[in-house]
């Protein structure tokens, strides 16, 4: 749009039947949305997908990284060592794997770089979340 990128769906707010003066957006695909652009930069937490083409597994691993956020990412395949390579090399707090990204209230929900406030807040962690750890050394 504004940026270079093609509108391919959506792009406008929503109204909801009972629901007016609501916060809705319809659901937006981008095409061609390069990575210098904002919608593949920013944390959108709304309908936005961004379609951004690539040529190899090694480049589109390294445009998955190359944000500032890391909430969670998502990878489909059938083969073992992509699977391995992208869990390894996956600079995300949630990785999901012939799934999409929708958190699971048993496993730890959080993020790394930019993303996510401190310790993970779901799952067997999420005590972590309201506590401050502390260590101490007494000598007598």
Same mark, same amino acid.
């Given at each position: 749009?504004?940026?270079?990128?093609?509108?391919?769906?959506?792009?406008?707010?929503?109204?909801?039947?009972?629901?007016?003066?609501?916060?809705?957006?319809?659901?937006?695909?981008?095409?061609?949305?390069?990575?210098?652009?904002?919608?593949?930069?920013?944390?959108?937490? $709304?309908?936005?997908? &961004?379609? #951004?083409?690539?040529? *190899?597994?090694?480049?589109?691993? =390294?445009?998955?990284?190359?944000? +500032?956020?890391?909430?969670?990412?998502?990878?489909?395949?059938?083969?073992?060592?992509?699977?391995?390579?992208?869990?390894?090399?996956?600079?995300?707090?949630?990785?999901?794997?012939?799934?999409?990204?929708?958190?699971?209230?048993?496993?730890?929900?959080? $993020?790394?770089?930019? &993303?996510? #406030?401190?310790?993970? *807040?779901?799952?067997?962690?999420? =005590?972590?979340?309201?506590?401050? +750890?502390?260590?101490?050394?007494?000598?007598?």
């Amino acid at each position: 749009m504004a940026e270079g990128a093609t509108l391919i769906t959506g792009g406008n707010i929503a109204t909801v039947k009972e629901c007016e003066g609501g916060y809705f957006y319809q659901p937006t695909v981008l095409d061609n949305a390069g990575m210098s652009q904002t919608a593949s930069q920013e944390e959108i937490f $709304g309908p936005v997908l &961004s379609v #951004l083409p690539y040529d *190899s597994f090694d480049e589109a691993l =390294s445009l998955l990284n190359e944000t +500032e956020y890391g909430l969670s990412s998502s990878f489909f395949s059938d083969s073992h060592s992509l699977i391995q390579r992208f869990l390894d090399e996956s600079k995300h707090g949630m990785l999901h794997v012939n799934n999409g990204t929708v958190p699971d209230v048993n496993m730890p929900f959080g $993020g790394i770089k930019k &993303s996510g #406030l401190g310790a993970f *807040s779901v799952g067997a962690s999420a =005590s972590a979340f309201y506590t401050n +750890e502390q260590s101490a050394y007494l000598a007598w």
